[in-house]
């Protein structure tokens, strides 16, 4: 079972570092790591600055 990438690396062309943890999420962890809530906040994060 190969180790899937970070949130930094999946989510850089959409997310700063700044934004995932913002979010209060770790950018070096892995997606299969964080929290329903976690994922919530992301969401939130990117609707942010979409409206940017």
Do not use: C, F, M, W
Not at 12 to 20: N, P, Q, V
Not at 34 to 40: A, F, M, S
Not at 41 to 48: P, V
């Amino acid at each position: 079972s190969q180790r899937r990438k970070t949130l930094r690396n999946t989510l850089k062309k959409l997310l700063s570092a700044e934004h995932i943890e913002a979010a209060g999420a770790d950018p070096r962890a892995r997606p299969e790591t964080i929290t329903l809530e976690q994922y919530i906040a992301l969401s939130n994060q990117l609707t942010q600055v979409q409206k940017t």
